[in-house]
């Protein structure tokens, strides 16, 4: 070993052994050491006066007289219990891979991570992080870092930068593995600390309380549009109709136009919006030649439905027009119960600002789901590109940045199909954060969610994980994940995550803060739930037979 001394501090755990690269070591450990030091424990080495900070990726232990080619179970016990054991036991080993992130100067200087262009030396000294080095890291002071929890192992506080959220997370893991809880410290961080506006999309309705008192703006139970806030392509969308069927669209957006248009003159109300687009193409496909095009007939049926002259209605032929009425039928049939016309068309009353509001979508077919998450996620992107833009007084505009949060995520944004949600998420990945848009989104099936919004996630909390599918796929997205950190992912406890990304200075485990509140998101109690239905009153066999 090289008789250096330590400029890092912190007790020495062992020395580098092997080949040294400038992003990896091999550290053959002190015996005493196991325990003290584990995967996702924080190194330092001496890097030409310099401290160098490294995550520990994997521990390995062996004993050479034990290898895995010995069959005879007899004669290694005769070993082990003779007075030759220890020789046996002077020849284990602990040997720890570590990944080398970044100068330790620059991260608690300027909060930069700058990694090494060389590598430390075999022979060199390794020591464990010391608690206070730790905490210059990983919570650092000042504005806008949020504690979420602590280190596994050292329990030093862990702090995000809320800045970074517009960059996107990806908060992932099995059923039960945490992410309701996550979710819930996140939010209750960014509203009650912050006054961050927060929106979630919650699919299965665990978000009812968390405990914010005047900054809970409200619950929408279930969270619905108002049709007069539909623009053209989300009708166009939810309408089905095809991008070739080029006659049905013109109809469609010149009727949608008129109607809005009246609405906005204060002639018609909401709730008239659809049922008078139904009327029209009804009243249209009587008077409607089956083998001719004509335009007279829109215009003539709108007069005698809205009562208002209209000019420049589009020529169509019967069979254009009742193909119109259908898919409006279709519409109401599918989305129907998505949109309600008493719901304000104002968005800063529906999504306060400051404030954070979930958007109860458990009730809902998943393609209502989908139509109510999209509309919002659009008007939410395209109210913040406004703030920049002219004339904003006669556009929407949201007035600060907002953190949206999407459930189910793999639901909303799958990856082998289109769905309305996955067009405003894959824009918001890509331009949100220019206009203080940020997502998170939160899915227990990620090889089933998009590639290119998952990798556009610059930020990952995963917890645990098992499926190696859905493993391999993450870590096709993830830059940081390595393999051996990957593979930490089966053995996590519920409430434990790895934590990487720009909102963190270097990658960590962490054991998630409790966020007592929340209601959802927990196993149902069979046996407790059962035991209280029977209290009430012996059941009646014949009426559950029923």
């Known amino acids: 070993m090289y008789s250096e001394s330590s400029v890092c501090g912190g007790e020495e755990i062992g020395v580098i052994i092997g080949e040294s690269s400038y992003s990896y070591s091999t550290i053959l450990l002190e015996r005493d050491s196991l325990g003290k030091v584990i995967v996702g424990s924080h190194v330092v080495a001496n890097l030409n006066g310099r401290c160098v900070l490294g995550i520990v990726e994997s521990i390995r232990s062996g004993l050479p007289l034990l290898s895995d080619e010995v069959r005879d179970l007899d004669s290694v016990k005769r070993m082990l219990e003779s007075d030759a054991a220890w020789v046996v036991e ?91 809880n996550t979710v819930c410290v996140i939010t ?5 600390r912050y006054g961050v506006s927060t929106v979630i ?40 109709l095809e991008p070739q069927a080029t006659v049905q669209k013109r109809i469609l957006r010149w009727l949608w136009g008129e109607l809005t248009k009246r ?16 009327e029209v193409l009804e ?53 129907g119960s998505a949109l309600d016309p008493n719901i304000p068309t104002d968005l800063t009353r529906i999504l306060e600002p400051g404030k954070a509001t979930v958007m109860d979508l ?32 006669r556009r929407e505009v949201y007035p600060v940045p907002v953190i949206t949060i999407i459930e189910e995520a793999h639901v909303l944004i799958p990856k082998d199909e289109p769905t309305l949600t996955k067009r405003w998420a894959a824009r918001i990945a890509r331009e949100g954060r220019k206009f203080g848009v940020g997502m998170v989104i939160v899915s227990q099936r990620p090889k089933k969610l998009d590639v290119d919004v998952l990798s556009q996630t610059n930020n990952k909390i995963i917890l645990k994980m098992v499926e190696p599918q859905d493993i391999g796929y993450v870590r096709a997205a993830s830059e940081e994940l390595s393999e051996d950190l990957a593979s930490l992912l089966p053995s996590l406890n519920t409430g434990e995550a790895l934590i990487m990304g720009s909102m963190a200075r270097m990658p960590a485990v962490v054991k998630i803060d409790k966020c007592e509140v929340t209601t959802g998101g927990r196993d149902i109690n069979i046996v407790e739930e059962t035991r209280r239905w029977l209290l009430k009153g012996e059941p009646n066999l014949d009426e559950l037979a029923l």
């Open 201 to 240: 999309f919650d699919r299965h309705g665990e978000y009812g309380n968390l405990g914010l008192g005047p900054r809970e703006a409200k619950l929408l139970r279930p969270a619905r549009v108002n049709p007069a806030s539909l623009s053209f392509w989300e009708l166009l969308s939810m309408a089905g």
């Open 188 to 192: 209750r961080g960014l509203v009650s």
């Open 263 to 278: 609405y906005q003159q204060g002639k018609i109300g909401a709730a008239d919006l659809i049922p008078k687009a139904v």
């Open 90 to 180: 002077s020849t284990r080993y602990h040997v720890a891979r570590a990944r080398w992130v970044s100068y330790l100067d620059t991260l608690t200087t300027r909060g930069e991570q700058v990694a090494p262009k060389i590598p430390p030396q075999p022979g060199s000294a390794v020591y464990l992080a010391e608690a206070e080095v730790l905490k210059r890291v990983f919570a650092p002071d000042g504005d806008g870092w949020l504690r979420v929890g602590s280190l596994l192992g050292s329990g030093v506080e862990y702090r995000i930068d809320v800045n970074k959220l517009t960059r996107h997370l990806a908060i992932l893991a099995v059923t039960g593995g945490g992410k309701s």
């Open 362 to 393: 458990s009730m809902m077919e998943d393609n209502v789901a989908d139509a109510v998450t999209s509309h919002y996620l659009r008007r939410l992107l395209q109210a913040r590109i406004n703030v920049r833009g002219e004339n904003m007084s």
């Open 283 to 335: 009243t249209a496909s009587r008077t409607t030649k089956p083998s001719r095009q004509e335009s007279d007939s829109l215009a003539k049926s709108f007069e005698n439905v809205v009562g208002d002259t209209v000019s420049n209605a589009p020529a169509a032929k019967q069979d254009q027009i009742l193909g119109v009425l259908d898919k409006l039928n279709d519409l109401q049939d599918l989305y």
